[in-house]
Nanobody, 127 residues
Framework: QVQLVESGGGLVQAGGSLRLSCVASGHILSRYYMGWFRQAPGKEREFVAAISWNSASTDYANSVKGRFTISRDNAKNTLYLQMNSLKPEDTAVYYC????????????????????WGQGTQVTVSS
């Protein structure tokens, strides 16, 4: 069982930055591919960014490409999401997620492929 706890959300003006963190416990993080997802009020949860177990590969939603950066520190069992040039449409609850990785380098964007989820952290971007 993997427990995930997000932090770093908050209220920021448009154009500002936030850095989200997700600390994992219960298992060695390096055995998992990981991702960030978000859910805005009245909308379905959507993919934001994903990273392979060894950081060799990443993927981003088109809406955040060039503004957000996903990274991980397996020694600290921590996943990060650096968010720059934030827009009001980035307002949502952000969730980190993990899934058991094969030895191969894989980046997973499908929500259904993730087994473990954090409780979420609210990000609000004012215009």
């Amino acid at each position: 069982q993997v427990q995930l706890v997000e932090s770093g959300g908050g209220l920021v003006q448009a154009g500002g930055s936030l850095r989200l963190s997700c600390v994992a416990s219960g298992h060695i993080l390096s055995r998992y591919y990981m991702g960030w997802f978000r859910q805005a009020p009245g909308k379905e949860r959507e993919f934001v960014a994903a990273i392979s177990w060894n950081s060799a590969s990443t993927d981003y939603a088109n809406s955040v490409k060039g503004r957000f950066t996903i990274s991980r520190d397996n020694a600290k069992n921590t996943l990060y999401l650096q968010m720059n040039s934030l827009k009001p449409e980035d307002t949502a609850v952000y969730y980190c997620a993990a899934g058991p990785s094969p030895p191969a380098v894989v980046v997973i964007t499908a929500i259904r492929s993730y087994d473990y989820w954090g409780q979420g952290t609210q990000v609000t971007v004012s215009s």
